[in-house]
Nanobody, 115 residues
């Protein structure tokens, strides 16, 4: 079973910053597209940002210019640097590792942005 461990969530004021981390095994990390998803209270889980094994990135429009996804192969860890946070960014953030039709989720980390 693939294990993904997120960390870095917390409570922050609007306009603040947080950095989320997602760690996994080296074998999985090296072959998987990695992504961050956001689930706001009462809503469906949605893609925030994704990074390929080659480092190509894509973002949902609402976070472009504010969030940066990255991956560190030496640490088998993916990051999401979040700046200029807004109350609507509140929710649980999940990391996902995927390759072809297989995928795994982390347990999620809570981010709360106060106004």
């Amino acid at each position: 079973q693939v294990q993904l461990v997120e960390s870095g969530g917390g409570l922050v004021q609007a306009g603040g910053s947080l950095r989320l981390s997602c760690a996994t095994s080296g074998r999985i990390f090296s072959i998987s597209t990695m992504g961050w998803y956001h689930q706001a209270p009462g809503k469906q889980r949605e893609l925030v940002a994704e990074i390929s094994t080659r480092g190509s990135t894509r973002y949902t429009d609402s976070v472009k210019g504010r969030f940066t996804i990255s991956r560190d192969s030496a640490k088998n860890t993916m990051y999401l640097q979040m700046t200029s946070l807004k109350p609507e960014d509140t929710g649980v953030y999940y990391c996902k590792a995927s390759r072809d039709s297989a995928y795994s989720w982390g347990q999620g980390t809570q981010v709360t942005v106060s106004s």
